[in-house]
T-cell receptor, first 115, second 116 residues
Framework: DSGVTQTPKHLITATGQRVTLRCSPR?????VYWYQQSLDQGLQFLIQ???????AKGNILERFSAQQFPDLHSELNLSSLELGDSALYFC??????????????FGPGTRLTVL | AQSVTQLGSHVSVSEGALVLLRCNYS??????LFWYVQYPNQGLQLLLK??????LVKGINGFEAEFKKSETSFHLTKPSAHMSDAAEYFC??????????????FGQGTELSVKP
């Protein structure tokens, strides 16, 4: 158990809908990262928040947004869902701001299925 | 731009045999390199990381990796495979510059099968 929690574990929804994925980092970690894992794209970095502020951005679609709250938990919002958004979404956390070699601890993931 | 290439999407070994999973990186500056393991239906777990302190890095579960700058490689090895090593393995790189965040760039992954 990495100490990173993600809810829900599974999510099944329809095209055009909007969903929210939630992540709670390890106690004491200030950074939260979101990754998408799919068969065709592999593991892709989406976005990072550090202590409430956006720190780094990857190839995140405009339909996707995220935020980190004062208690440091984070939410990833996916809207106007398409079939191709079906994937495993991971949250990770680390102590620092991501620079250096701080290890990122991964949660168990949320499996999103868009029908 | 940084990238990571893992040679071989699937590697199969016999129990007790040497495990060798290959990773080559592309980076214009010295990188931080990681190997993660993903068991079925689970998240990623860090096996080991290279931070320039030593070129031979020992990790958990008997795995180790050697950083070779001249070959831009960071191959993962284990002398004797166990059935429990069957999983997917990911090599990843991060530039780690101050104030530039912690974007991990992953290779495509190598699925390791262990035959009895």
């Amino acid at each position: 158990d990495s100490g990173v929690t993600q809810t829900p574990k599974h999510l099944i929804t329809a095209t055009g809908q909007r969903v929210t994925l939630r992540c709670s980092p390890r106690s004491g970690d200030l950074s939260v990262y979101w990754y998408q894992q799919s068969l065709d794209q592999g593991l892709q970095f989406l976005i990072q928040y550090y202590n409430g502020e956006e720190r780094a951005k990857g190839n995140i679609l405009e339909r996707f947004s995220a935020q980190q709250f004062p208690d440091l938990h984070s939410e990833l919002n996916l809207s106007s869902l398409e079939l191709g958004d079906s994937a495993l979404y991971f949250c990770a956390s680390s102590v620092g701001d991501g620079s250096g070699s701080n290890e990122q601890f991964f949660g168990p993931g949320t499996r999103l299925t868009v029908l | 731009a940084q990238s990571v290439t893992q040679l071989g999407s699937h590697v199969s070994v016999s129990e007790g045999a040497l495990v060798l999973l290959r990773c080559n990186y592309s980076s214009s500056v010295p990188p931080y390199l990681f190997w993660y393991v993903q068991y079925p239906n689970q998240g990623l777990q860090l096996l080991l990381k290279y931070t320039s302190a030593a070129t031979l890095v020992k990790g958990i579960n008997g795995f180790e990796a050697e950083f070779k700058k001249s070959e831009t490689s960071f191959h993962l090895t284990k002398p004797s495979a166990h059935m429990s090593d069957a999983a997917e393995y990911f090599c990843a790189v991060i530039r780690g510059f101050y104030n530039q965040g912690g974007k991990l760039i992953f290779g495509q992954g190598t699925e390791l099968s262990v035959k009895p």
